[in-house]
């Protein structure tokens, strides 16, 4: 399946203050996020931003927050964002169907979004190398439920390639820049 860029939006799912330290890939997901977020942005894809619990886990950390601040963060207690009306019908309403997620925990808010998004008739797009557990067994495993549930893997640099999909387009050095 291409992924076109018309029929994309992108969700941040929960990547805060007082989870982030715990989070086994942290020092890789520092780089990684900046990089698809910036890109997203470069691309005009609508971004939505989840937020577990703000009161007890803190905000979307820095440099992501200043990053996607102009974007609502809807703050939900439940594990998938899905389980949450705002936020489900901000997806419905969005018009895309093809959801690109990044974020953490994989193997908990990021697999329990995702397995909604399928069963609400969304294409899922999991950006592996922008999402992290504690454990590396955890992710793992997390990504290989989803991919059997429907989802289909990628890497940040992959996805924002295809989103560009031409040399010619007007954004390809910008996105060329942030992956190098």
């Not at 927050?65 to 963060?73: G, H, I, N, R, W």
């Not at 922008?130 to 290989?144: N, P």
Request: proline share 3%.
């Amino acid at each position: 399946m291409r992924i076109k860029i018309e029929d994309t939006l992108f969700c941040l799912v929960d990547v805060q203050e007082k989870l982030f330290p715990h989070i086994g890939n942290k020092d890789e997901l520092l780089r990684t996020l900046p990089i698809l977020v910036k890109g997203m942005k470069t691309l005009d894809v609508p971004i939505i931003v989840n937020e577990q619990y703000k009161k007890g886990i803190g905000e979307t950390i820095e440099p992501l927050k200043e990053l996607v601040s102009e974007y609502e963060a809807y703050e939900k207690t439940t594990f998938s964002g899905c389980q949450n009306s705002d936020i489900l019908n901000a997806f419905k309403k969005s018009g895309k169907k093809n959801i690109v997620v990044a974020g953490i925990e994989t193997h908990v808010c990021v697999l329990q979004t995702c397995i909604d998004l399928l069963e609400n008739g969304f294409n899922v797009i999991l950006v592996t190398n922008c999402c992290g557990s504690r454990t590396k067994l955890d992710h793992k495993m997390a990504i290989k439920r989803l991919i059997q549930a429907g989802a289909i893997p990628t890497s940040y640099e992959s996805i924002l390639f295809e989103l560009t999909l031409d040399s010619k387009n007007p954004n390809f050095k910008e996105i060329s820049s942030l992956i190098k």
